[in-house]
């Protein structure tokens, strides 16, 4: 791929796919969006203005929620426990929104 600032295609190429510019005036399902405060790939504010455009412009009433972790980075919590307390609240968002369903 080129260099997105000087070559037009690699540009529009990037942009299919971008989170942030593809959010639409639509229906979304519940979402959970986790960042890390240290993430040097994703900055944490990434997901943040991604979750707001996403709350802003969702014609539902489904869940949409945002969590940064202030001790974690890419790869999530770096503890044996601390990862464990990430899984709990994937699974319990998973169950709220499977129970709001039934």
Same mark, same amino acid.
């Given at each position: 791929m080129g260099d997105p !600032?000087?070559? +037009?295609?690699?540009?529009? !190429? !990037?942009? +299919? @796919?971008? &989170? @942030? =510019?593809? #959010? %639409? #005036?639509q229906s979304y399902p519940a979402i959970l969006a986790l960042a890390g405060l240290t993430d040097p790939r #994703?900055? @944490?504010? =990434? &997901?943040?203005?991604? !979750?707001?455009?996403?709350? %802003?412009?969702?014609k539902d009433e489904n869940l949409i929620a945002f969590r940064t972790n202030l001790d974690a980075g890419h790869a999530g919590a770096a503890g044996r426990f601390d990862r464990l307390k990430e899984v709990a609240l994937a699974y319990a968002f998973a169950i709220k929104v499977a129970g709001a369903a039934l």
């Open positions: !600032i000087r070559d +037009a295609t690699a540009f529009r !190429i !990037i942009l +299919a @796919y971008s &989170p @942030y =510019e593809n #959010v %639409r #005036v #994703v900055l @944490y504010w =990434e &997901p943040a203005k991604w !979750i707001a455009r996403l709350r %802003r412009l969702h």
